[in-house]
């Protein structure tokens, strides 16, 4: 089982549609959460950080950690077709030497259709 | 006033060839990653230094030499090249080993092995 799960997808929908992207994990170790935006042929870019458990709310974005069921969400409200990338989820454990490394979903390809 | 630059952006050569990428941060971390990106989008860290000092060495062939002549340059020499070696790399910085959820990341070397 890979330590970090996330559907590739391609993931298609319609301007205004809320978008749901997910991961799973299986290191209990993790703590740290995040998601990145990669537009093509660009570098990721950090749009959420979440430690622990809970949600988190920027703007159109709310990413929400459920440690209990190793799994993580992205929501986008009133997707646009500039959301259109690829999204990564990535954690780490933070405790310490390589545990401090993240570790990264293999992304989902998202297209906001206008 | 680009806060993580590569050089170069597109790398084209024969295998058997050796390649140096080059990355510079301006950001003023202390900490710089390389990461490899394949053709499915999965990003893996391969290298990272603090400060000068290598703190993470992950399972990379040891014909990849990453050398870092201060905390605001990290260059990865690539020997004797592999087809396999095709892919996306990735500089990134952050404050410090600590903070890796807050990573910054280059626009990537494209590098293509024939």
């Known amino acids: 089982q890979k330590e970090v799960e996330q559907d590739p997808g391609p993931l298609s929908v319609p301007e205004g549609a809320i978008v749901s992207l997910n991961c799973t994990y299986s290191n209990s170790a993790f703590q740290y959460f995040m998601w990145y935006r990669q537009y093509s042929r660009k570098g990721p870019e950090l749009l959420m950080y979440t430690y622990s458990s809970g949600n988190k709310e920027d703007g159109r974005f709310t990413a929400q950690v459920d440690k209990s069921s190793k799994y993580i969400s992205l929501f986008i409200r009133d997707s646009q077709p500039s959301d259109s990338a690829t999204y990564l989820c990535?954690?780490?454990?933070?405790?310490?030497?390589?545990?401090?490394?993240?570790?990264f979903g293999k992304g989902t390809l998202l297209t906001v259709n206008p | 006033d680009t806060a993580v630059s590569q050089t170069p952006k597109y790398l084209v050569t024969q295998m058997g060839n050796d390649k140096s990428i080059k990355c510079e941060q301006n950001l003023g971390h202390d900490t710089m990653y390389w990461y490899k990106q394949d053709s499915k989008k999965f990003l893996k860290i391969m290298f990272s230094?603090?400060?000068?000092?290598?703190?993470i060495n992950e399972t990379v062939p040891n014909r990849f030499s990453p050398k870092s002549p201060d905390k605001a340059h990290l260059n990865l020499h690539i020997n004797s090249l592999e087809l396999g070696d095709s892919a996306v790399y990735f500089c990134a910085s952050s404050r410090s080993p600590t903070r890796q959820e807050t990573q910054y990341f280059g626009p990537g070397t494209r590098l293509l092995v024939l």
């Open positions: 230094y603090n400060n000068k000092e290598l703190i």
């Open positions: 990535a954690m780490s454990a933070g405790s310490g030497g390589s545990n401090y490394k993240l570790t």
